[in-house]
């Protein structure tokens, strides 16, 4: 039987430490905020949007919106990020996407200032990822991947790791997480010939392919750490990742369930980012010097 490798607990530790630094800030007179923008009212959008709510609620940030209807022009969008980018009382921006097909999302996205994009959709964030420059933050699905990892005490130097799944927001940038430190990885996807045999080398196994139950048991061995990032609902209806699950757990040491695994982090990583954002005005209050090695 594997190791649960749940989110919870991982968690309530950033968050613990998140906390206690919003509190620091707060006493030198800086409140920590987010600003949600929202178009339209798509469930999945307001979901998540609880979700944010509530943990930055919990961890002392906080919390405005900018909600447009769906039919929004895309000179409206764009003068909102602009009106954000110049408030300095606001420090992290959460744009809920995907945006209506009639705005041009990559402009919208490439709008904002990288030192407030605490998703990491900027392009300038995916260049702090690549390079490993300073540079904005990492998509918070990718980063949540590596705090589960660190609080389970995982250590990647010298381990293969393999990525299936090669998208901007999960697949690519935990690449070069994992590489940053110092793991060897393979990035797949479910077009690679004979995956079952590239998976079963990996010591860290990243599922990121968007599929339920893509890796089943003829893909996994004895002694791997696996990261489920998948959230697919199943025959029945129900929420699961790109494992099989009840099979996998039997052979793996380690393993994130779905629910209960990755997405649990995915918030406090959020808010870790706007309490990071927050305190960078200290350090660079024009803007400069966040070009430093992380």
């Known amino acids: 039987m594997s190791v649960n490798l749940t989110g919870k607990e991982a968690a309530q530790t950033l968050n613990e430490k998140t906390k206690n630094l919003c509190r620091s800030l707060r006493l030198k007179g800086i409140v920590p905020t987010l600003c949600i923008v929202r178009v339209g009212d798509n469930p999945g959008d307001l979901s998540y949007e609880r979700g944010a709510v509530r943990r930055c609620e919990q961890l002392e940030i906080d919390c405005v919106k900018r909600l447009f209807p769906g039919d929004v022009s895309q000179d409206e969008m764009m003068a909102c990020i602009k009106s954000l980018n110049a408030d ?10 995907p945006l209506p097909r009639h705005l041009d999302q990559a402009a919208i996205e490439n709008a904002l ?15 702090g990822v690549f390079t490993g420059k300073d540079i904005g933050f990492a998509p918070c699905t990718a980063q949540a991947c590596m705090e589960i990892l660190d609080y ?3 250590n990647c130097t010298g381990k293969r790791a393999v990525v299936v799944g090669r998208s901007a927001v999960i697949g690519k940038p935990v690449s070069m997480m994992l590489l940053k430190r110092n793991a060897t990885v393979t ?18 196994l990243v599922t990121a392919a968007g599929r339920a139950a893509v890796i089943g048991p003829e893909h996994v061995r004895p002694g791997q750490t696996v990261i489920d990032v998948g959230i697919n609902l199943n025959e029945d209806g129900k929420l699961c990742g790109d494992t099989d699950y009840d099979s996998v757990k039997e052979i793996v040491e380690a393993i994130t369930p779905v629910p209960g695994g990755v997405g649990a982090m995915t918030t406090a990583v959020l808010g870790a980012h706007v309490a990071e954002a927050a305190g960078r005005t200290i350090q660079s209050p024009a803007g400069e010097g966040r070009d430093g090695e992380r």
Not at 88 to 97: E, N
Not at 187 to 192: L, Q
Request: aromatic share 2%; net charge negative; charged share 20%.
């Open 88 to 97: 300095p009382s606001i420090h992290g921006v959460l744009l809920l996407r």
């Open 113 to 127: 200032d990288p030192a407030k994009d605490v998703d990491g959709m900027t392009n300038g964030s995916m260049a």
């Open 152 to 154: 389970y005490g995982v």
């Open 187 to 204: 990035i797949c996807h479910t077009r690679t010939a004979d995956l079952p045999s590239v998976t079963r080398e990996a010591d860290i």
